[in-house]
């Protein structure tokens, strides 16, 4: 750690002497950057600003090596790859937020100051790279006033928006109130002056006031046995300012001017401290607050109260503890709600208290802090631009067509691509914070309804979804029973269940009729997967046995639990390699000589063969209520020829968790077709359902389908 003051002698080797013995990564840093040509005395001040925060010497280094990026990104580039990556990740972090400048100077100092907040956060993947961005902005702030009125405005403004609200919702009290009034100095010149002159006019008259009253309150604690420090609470220009907007008061009118901090060292003391206050002068109806009993959404604890004090003046008090002093001054409770007067989300505020808890000292070793860093700052949300530059928050997962959505209904409607960073994507492209997403539009709203199938990946947000369906509701009721009746028997076909028992369906999804069904399958609200699950678990008695049995490698006699043995109790069962029956079909058994009884789906044509031949060999089987087991399964595949495709294919199937026994392929060269043939092991007929329909959205892939060898 590298503690040094701010030298009267300008430059960095006079800070560098000043400081004595500084760490080898800092020294590089310091031997790099001396030579170029970069304000000195603000980098000085930063790295002074730096040590102030308790920074470690690389958070140093790191402020001074992205002055040669930014300068000399040629000699930076020399230098890059002999630092370490941490090093590097923290100047790169550095250069990502001056996208963020460079968007607030483009749109002005009212253009989603928020929301550039948050994706700055969310482009920045270590916490020290904002230690220095407020560093440096204050260093900029305080030389500012050598500056030209038009030179200062810009800079203000994005301290205003940007950098202090950020110092703030970190609770880094240090900066924060600085860069708040120097922002308020630069912008409001006249309204500073004003309420500065003010305060200095009454300041000796306060002083003694808030002499007096310390005293007074000293010798009553004193006298109550109870141990306090006392000190008075300044009070800062700007947080006047606002509190005379907030309240429409004049500066008159502000009791709290004349504030007073009381810390002990425990919170029964606080209530006592308060009772001593209480006594000692009459507090004012209505302007007590209890903090501890009642802690602020973010934490901040602390009684507030304010009396009629001596000479018949009002005075605020602030009773606290050490510890809750330390925590509210230090960034662990920085009440950025109360001050900002906004509400945030609980997400984003939950966040802020993370990253506040790492300005505590802690004694983990830095590698178990880069590691969590790595990890909770994984973000739940991201933050995307559109072509004039505004943020807009999404959620983590979703795609450019959730984007074009948020942007506005009709878009959504019309979208037919994107474009990420100038560069064509797919509807189901995940943007990333940071990336510029353009929507390209038809002239004819017609959304699709493969967007509301979870399979194909289109939207991830369900707002986004229930657009789609409210669309499709709007149009004609034939319609969507239509397309309905299409979708159900596609996947009756896909699943091969043409006896499938199909009456009980709408009352399991609550519907009262097949036609509720067909619409609400039609409209995205019950998903082709959930109809073949049910139709799987409505083929299992409830009385049945759960499976234990353990997956197999290949067909082979298995545990009898899975299936239930009419008449005859639990026999050893094999599932029949001709027709590959799966739960959910419905099945017979034919007893073999040595095999036990040999499983086929019902409308096998082996089975049939061996009815006749054996029909007193023919028993009736079924299903238990859950099986751990994989079965056999073979699907066939048809589509046009194209590189990479059975690439695809077989990647597809083995991200979806289900294991290939065998393949085989051909291509008809006079076409281009193709047709591909796999023997999988699934678990059941929702994944087989899923994988099909993921098959069937590849590029070039017609259809897919479950075939029986029989």
């Known amino acids: 750690m590298v503690q040094a003051a701010l030298s009267t002698r300008p430059g960095l080797a006079a800070w560098r002497e000043h400081a004595g013995s500084v760490p080898p990564m800092l020294g590089e840093a310091l031997d790099a950057c001396a030579p170029l040509p970069v ?20 958070t140093q280094a790191a402020a001074l090596w992205f002055e040669m990026a930014r300068i000399d990104p040629a000699s930076w580039a020399k230098h890059e790859s002999a630092l370490p990556a941490e090093l590097q990740r923290l100047v790169g972090g550095q250069l990502a937020a001056e996208r963020v400048w460079a968007l607030h100077a483009q749109h002005g100092a009212d253009h989603g100051a928020e929301g550039l907040r948050r994706l700055l956060l969310a482009i920045i993947r270590d916490l020290r790279v904002v230690f220095i961005l407020l560093a440096r902005q204050l260093a900029h702030m305080r030389t500012a006033s050598t500056w030209t009125d038009d030179e200062r405005q810009p800079l203000a403004r994005l301290t205003r928006d940007i950098h202090a609200p950020l110092a703030n919702r970190l609770g880094i009290w240090q900066l924060k109130w600085e860069l708040e009034d120097l922002s308020f100095r630069y912008l409001q010149p006249d309204t500073y002056k004003r309420i500065a002159k003010l305060l200095d006019e009454r300041r000796v008259d306060r002083e003694e006031f808030i002499r007096e009253s310390l005293e007074a309150l000293h010798l009553a604690l004193e006298a109550a046995g109870i141990r306090a420090e006392l000190a008075g609470r300044p009070k800062h220009i700007y947080s006047i300012w606002k509190k005379m907007q907030r309240k429409s008061l004049e500066f008159s009118d502000l009791y709290d001017i004349r504030a007073v901090r009381v810390l002990v060292d425990s919170v029964a003391d606080c209530y006592g401290a308060l009772g001593v206050v209480h006594t000692l002068w009459p507090h004012l109806p209505g302007e007590f607050d209890d903090y501890i009993a009642r802690p602020k959404g973010n934490d901040y604890r602390s009684l507030h109260t304010a009396v009629i004090g001596p000479r018949g003046k009002t005075l605020e008090v602030q009773i606290r503890t050490h510890e809750m002093h330390r925590t509210n001054e230090l960034g662990v409770a920085a009440h950025w709600r109360y001050k900002e007067g906004g509400t945030g989300d609980s997400e984003f505020e939950a966040k802020i208290a993370w990253m506040r808890r790492l300005l505590e000292p802690r004694p983990d070793s830095e590698g178990d802090l880069a590691a969590e860093l790595h990890t909770e700052l994984l973000e739940d949300r991201v933050y995307v631009l559109t072509p004039k530059g505004e943020v807009v928050d999404l959620p983590h997962g979703a795609t450019v067509l959730d984007f074009a959505y948020h942007v506005h209904t009709e878009v959504g409607h019309r979208c037919r691509g994107a474009k990420v960073n100038g560069r064509i994507v797919p509807l189901t ?15 004819v709203a017609e959304p699709s309804r493969d967007w509301l199938s979870p399979h194909h990946g289109y939207l991830h947000t369900s707002r986004a979804k229930e657009k789609v369906r409210a669309w499709f509701r709007r149009i004609a009721h034939d319609a969507n029973l239509a397309a309905g009746r299409t979708i159900f028997e596609k996947e009756i076909r896909r699943l091969a269940l043409p006896q499938a028992d199909l009456g009980k369906l709408p009352a399991h999804f609550h519907l009262k009729t097949h036609d509720e069904l067909l619409v609400a399958l039609a409209l995205g609200e019950i998903a082709p997967g959930q109809i073949a699950r049910v139709l799987q678990e409505a083929a299992a008695p409830p009385a049945a046995l759960p499976s234990t049995a353990a997956t197999p490698p290949r067909p082979q006699p298995r545990d009898h639990s899975a299936l239930s043995i009419e008449g005859v109790g639990n026999l050893l069962t094999t599932l029949a390699r001709c027709c590959q029956p799966l739960p959910g079909d419905s099945v017979r058994g034919f007893v073999t000589k040595g095999r036990g009884v040999s499983v086929h789906r019902a409308d096998c044509i082996s089975l049939a063969r061996l009815a006749r031949r054996d029909p007193d060999r023919v028993i009736d089987v079924e299903w238990g209520k859950a099986s751990a087991q994989a079965y056999e399964v073979d699907i066939e595949l048809h589509g ?44 059941d007929f929702e994944q087989l359902s899923t994988l099909l329909s993921r098959l069937v959205a590849l590029p070039n892939v017609v259809d897919a389908r479950r075939v029986s060898a029989g």
């Open 640 to 683: 046009y020829d194209r590189k990479g495709l059975q690439k695809d294919v077989t990647s597809l199937i083995s991200n979806a968790g289900t294991h290939i026994i065998a393949s085989s392929s051909r291509v008809f060269s006079r076409t281009g077709e193709v047709e591909m043939r796999f023997t999988l092991r699934v678990r």
């Open 39 to 58: 304000n000195q005395a603000e980098c000085t001040d930063v790295l002074d600003l730096l040590a102030m925060l308790g920074c470690d010497a690389q």
């Open 429 to 443: 492209f995940l943007p990333s914070s940071g990336d510029r997403v353009e929507v390209l539009t038809a002239k």
